[in-house]
């Protein structure tokens, strides 16, 4: 499993939007469900193979909210990497297909900020996914 920064690096190298866009997105799509199987792996669970709506990283974060309402602030994040998965792989060769590969890197790097900071604080989601609790503590 690759670690957090790793895939902090494997985003940088995206957010250019220079990447082939339909490389690029399923580059994207694969941090997502990273970031999700190492939720679960800290949290003692077996990642699911199972896919929802078609896509493994919508299975994956259905079985990291199973009894943790907190983590549901997260489920749009994985629904947009989902819509800018499909609207580029749809069309890789449009012209804002540079610009939807920035956004789509954005989106991954909340759902990987998010996820961080969850398995550092807890209660991180209770209200949105404001990080004040690892403001307050300097982090």
């Known amino acids: 499993m690759t670690g957090f920064a790793d895939l902090e690096a494997d985003l940088d190298a995206l957010a250019g939007g220079q990447a082939d866009p339909?490389?690029?997105a399923a580059v994207l799509l694969s941090i997502g469900e990273q970031v999700l199987e190492t939720w679960l792996?800290?949290?003692g669970k077996q990642p699911t193979a199972d896919k929802k709506e078609g896509?493994?990283?919508?299975?994956?974060?259905?079985?990291?909210?199973?009894?943790d309402p907190s983590f549901?602030?997260?489920?749009?994040t994985?629904?947009?990497?989902?819509y800018y998965f499909n609207l580029i792989s749809l069309d890789?060769?449009?012209d804002d297909a540079g610009k939807r590969v920035v956004?789509?890197?954005?989106?991954?790097?909340?759902?990987l900020l998010f996820i961080s900071g969850k398995l550092q604080e807890a209660e991180l989601g209770e209200f949105c996914c404001a990080s004040k609790p690892l403001r307050a503590a300097g982090g």
């Open 72 to 76: 549901n602030a997260c489920r749009e």
């Open 55 to 67: 896509f493994r990283l919508l299975a994956l974060h259905r079985q990291a909210a199973k009894g």
């Open 22 to 24: 339909a490389n690029a």
């Open 41 to 43: 792996d800290a949290h």
């Open 92 to 94: 890789p060769t449009h």
């Open 78 to 82: 994985c629904r947009e990497l989902v």
């Open 103 to 111: 956004m789509a890197s954005m989106i991954a790097r909340h759902l």
